[in-house]
């Protein structure tokens, strides 16, 4: 867990005023609920492996019989927990306030989640996720506005060129029922799909007969990789999408994908000469089990992993609400998006940082920031100390862009404001 | 707890966003701190009765027996707990990265705490602290850099004519050793004259004889509350602090009130005929026990209860530093300023809902939605339903300000928007 220093925390409530913006702009409303969730809703099997990972608050008035007696049951010792994604909880929300919602309910979250992970590099035990959603549209429209408002938010934030991995569960199942592989496989065979990227189609092979999987199937699988036009993913269309895979995908799978990368690239400026940012892969799997229909990735050639990712879950809200409903969202991940814009942006607003001795009276010292601040600038007050220059060095890495020295009796009109550096 | 419904997430950030704007101007710093802290230092002593309603974290991988060992020991099962305010993390921060920071400190906090208090009207266990604080500072600029940055902070809001209530603890300790409370009763008597705006000089009195103080002192703190110009507040200055005082508060501690007055009241339009909007009050008390100098509370004319409050308190920082370091505080209300501000202001951007049958083809859709997202307008897309009515009436109250109905084939220039309502 962290603490943010001035100049990070500005820099992240920046970003996440663009995002905010942006997303508000493409007619999302941004919702909080609070940190803590039931403990009951919070570890009820829909957040895979996060669940694990929860940190949960001890019951309030326990005494140390209470405890005794509970020693085995972690349920009894606590009764909340801090969230560990964002998705329970709008789930949880969608299913309480759902009369007060619209119709077709577009939300962005931008809040803290928690997990108790191993320390390692890059990964944090508090950080922000960044999520819409859309709740109560089944179709394509869905996917198309939360990939066309996401590619804006990053756009918008100076990431251009970026473009979104694109897939579907139904097409992932569809090709395994092809090559052949049993169905109690087929959960393993997922995750090894999924470490393509990594270990190239070969590794794969490789790892599948290492776990002991239907051997046909694995054939089957190898020489569908070895197919020239496999891992052709460019350009994006029904053309390629066809080609790409087996087949046995439904028509109304590969209608979808197509129907997505016609409106996305509907929106796209005429000078984009290759149409939709989209990518057709159909091995992005995507961990998490709830996943129903297409699912997505966000990528940017400058960085080798995803900036983001989601998918259609329509199983899950039902869960809460004891009634089917719709449901797709874009997780965008916030503190990679943080670290890669992490270029120090000068101050934008006039700023300035006033030198003055100990012996200004403070009345006039007070009405001269007064005036700056109404004129529309940041100001700081610094008594004058033996090293000036160690004061304005200071005030020039805290981001301010000029200074002046006051003495007893100077009015605005006597100040002399200098650039700093 | 409670969940936030867009219109009220919105009203909440707007708030946020001009408190941290003013705040800023005024050359504070915004910091951030993790959610949780370590449960030995939320648990040290300095959090006064907050510490009790700390939410505690649950050891991670505690078997049974564990459990069975740490039965009668909260801190062998909890090792984090949720900050119950924003000091006890502050001055935890400013001992961690004092080398990182400008001498003189001034920060700004705007983040939740959590307390596990009793659910009643208006007390939430999770709501908003908005703290500034400046440490290094030792002189009176701090208090009026505080007092001058918040009346602007909520004038900004929309709170004109606020006043500020000011006291200090010097001059109650003082006070107190002129009256001859002894030592020991000296806690329980600023309790009760902590009720002197609910039950009244002569309740005062009354509780403070059933409390069975020492007569003497009781009398001659009666005598002094029947003095006409005791309670004569208006207009702050020196002459109305030492008519306001008994003998024996010292001179310096008088001079620092003064200086504060003068130094506010320099930075008052030149229009507000009564200087600052400052009221001294020598009965303020302010119930945390780690004010050591002026404390202060905000006040508005349009509600009975303060909008916030601070003070100084210069050993505190101390105690995590190692060694004395001044600092002074101002907490605004954050969740009564927003409860204050209910007001359903309209969406001050434009912003347009796009009815459309579910045969318009979702390319065209989406690029009509991107031309006027990039035109500067919000818009939500609304499939027709056959109550066209309630979709209006729906995005009315949703803040949306116009319509337009799209049919397949309609482009930017064919659009016909419409005011709502």
Chains 1, 2 share one sequence.
């Not at 007064?370 to 600038?377: I, P, R, Y």
């Amino acid at each position: 867990m962290r603490d943010f220093l001035p100049a990070e925390k500005t820099r992240r409530e920046r970003v996440l005023a663009v995002i905010r913006d942006r997303y508000r702009a493409h007619g999302f409303d941004e919702i909080e609920t609070p940190v803590m969730e039931d403990y009951e809703r919070l570890h009820a099997g829909i957040g895979g492996d996060n669940e694990k990972l929860a940190y949960n608050v001890l019951r309030r008035g326990l005494d140390a019989d209470a405890v005794r007696e509970a020693a085995a049951d972690p349920a009894a010792l606590a009764d909340l927990g801090l969230r560990y994604d964002l998705t329970v909880p709008l789930a949880r929300f969608y299913a309480s306030h759902r009369s007060e919602l619209p119709t077709v309910f577009r939300s962005v979250q931008a809040a803290p989640v928690w997990r108790a992970e191993r320390p390692q590099k890059g990964r944090y035990r508090q950080f922000v996720q960044c999520d819409i959603d859309i709740i109560g549209d089944a179709s394509t429209r869905a996917e198309a506005e939360l990939i066309v408002a996401t590619l804006d938010a990053v756009d918008a934030l100076g990431l251009q060129d970026a473009t979104v991995r694109i897939n579907d569960r139904r097409a992932l199942d569809a090709m395994l029922d092809t090559f052949g592989f049993p169905a109690a496989e087929r959960p393993g065979v997922l995750i090894t799909i999924d470490k393509l990227d990594k270990v190239g189609p070969a590794g794969v092979v490789a790892e599948l007969r290492e776990r002991g999987v239907h051997g046909r199937a694995v054939d089957t699988f190898e020489a569908f990789m070895n197919r020239p036009q496999t891992l052709e993913y460019l350009p994006y269309g029904e053309g390629q999408i066809r080609k790409a895979l087996p087949d046995g995908v439904p028509d109304e799978v590969i209608a979808d994908l197509v129907a997505i990368g016609e409106a996305v690239a509907a929106t796209q400026p005429a000078s984009e000469p290759d149409g939709a940012p989209l990518v057709f892969d159909p091995f992005l799997v995507r961990g998490m089990g709830y996943y129903t229909g297409t699912i997505f990735e966000l990528a940017h050639p400058s960085v080798a992993y995803s900036l983001g990712g989601g998918g259609r879950y329509d199983g899950m809200i039902g869960r809460f609400l004891g009634t089917d409903m719709p449901a797709v969202g874009f997780s965008i991940g916030f503190e990679r998006l943080v670290d890669l814009l992490e270029t120090s942006e000068a101050d934008a607003a006039a700023s300035v940082v006033l030198i003055h001795d100990a012996d200004v009276p403070l009345g006039g010292l007070l009405a001269l920031k007064a005036d700056l601040v109404a004129e529309g600038m940041r100001v700081r007050l610094e008594r004058r100390t033996k090293n000036v220059k160690a004061l304005l060095e200071r005030a020039e890495s805290d981001g301010f862009s000029s200074f002046a020295t006051v003495n007893a009796g100077t009015k605005r009109a006597d100040l002399e404001v200098k650039p700093l550096g």
